[in-house]
């Protein structure tokens, strides 16, 4: 069964800091990775996703993520945090079959300070 | 339009009200999902629809009736709830089957729910 891992509940940085979130997954297959954000009392927003191809992914607000199949990692990074950055941060994955069945990481809240 | 759209956005009911959410999208996905996210959690799957017909329940309590009308509306039938199923309920649409390209979520802002 497919699993995800994320290492940190809470992880706290100052603004302009580099942001590094853990994520760390399971699975039989190759697998199609995902980096989702939720803002307070909102719904979940596609960071940027792993298919296929490319295993340096960027996306949308100055993110990235690297797919390391050697470590079974795909770690969230982003150069310098910025105050709006301050959110949930969600690690998915899919076995990438039929009607992509996702499974979520348990969170990483990351806190930005002035 | 690439939104998932979900009414009402907060909902307060006694458990014995019978009360539905509505979720819509128009950007032709022909997959669509509830999710249920309790404080401080990740979602946890409810229903798969895929076009339009129930692919997966994921053993929830018939208390939820999901249901399809057609290929843009998803609705979640809630009757006799319990307070435990206060929650924020997430709608979502994806196009399965084609390519990995379209892999991903479009995710609505959600439902608050109180039981009470």
């Known amino acids: 069964a497919q699993s995800v891992t994320q290492l940190g509940s809470h992880v706290s940085v100052s603004e302009g800091a580099l942001v590094l979130l853990r994520c760390n997954y399971s699975?039989?297959?190759?697998?199609?990775l995902f980096w989702y954000v939720q803002y307070p009392n909102q719904g979940l927003q596609l960071l940027l996703k792993?298919?296929?191809?490319?295993?340096l992914v960027k996306g949308i607000n100055g993110f990235e993520a690297e797919f390391k199949k050697s470590e079974t990692s795909f770690h969230l990074t982003k150069p310098s945090a910025h105050m709006s950055d301050a959110a949930e941060y969600f690690c998915?994955?899919?076995?990438?079959?039929?009607?992509?069945?996702?499974?979520f990481g348990t969170g990483t809240r990351l806190l930005v300070s002035p | 339009d690439t939104e998932v759209t979900q009414t009402p956005k907060h909902l307060v009911m006694g458990m014995t009200n019978k009360k539905s959410l509505k979720c819509e999208q128009h950007?032709?996905?022909?997959?669509m999902y509830w999710y249920k996210q309790k404080a401080k959690k990740p979602p946890e799957l409810m229903f798969v629809?895929?076009?339009?017909?129930?692919?997966i329940n994921e053993s929830v309590p018939s208390r939820f009736s999901p249901e399809c009308p057609n290929s843009s509306l998803l609705n979640l039938h809630l009757h006799a709830l319990q307070p435990e199923d206060s929650a924020l309920y997430l709608c979502?649409?994806?196009?399965?089957?084609?390519?990995?390209?379209?892999?991903?979520?479009?995710f609505g802002s959600g439902t608050r729910l109180t039981v009470v």
């Open positions: 629809y895929s076009y339009e017909k129930l692919s």
């Open positions: 699975s039989s297959v190759p697998p199609y």
């Open positions: 950007m032709g996905h022909r997959a």
């Open positions: 979502a649409s994806s196009q399965p089957g084609q390519g990995a390209s379209n892999y991903g979520y479009t």
């Open positions: 998915a994955v899919s076995e990438g079959t039929g009607f992509q069945k996702l499974v």
């Open positions: 792993y298919t296929t191809g490319a295993t």
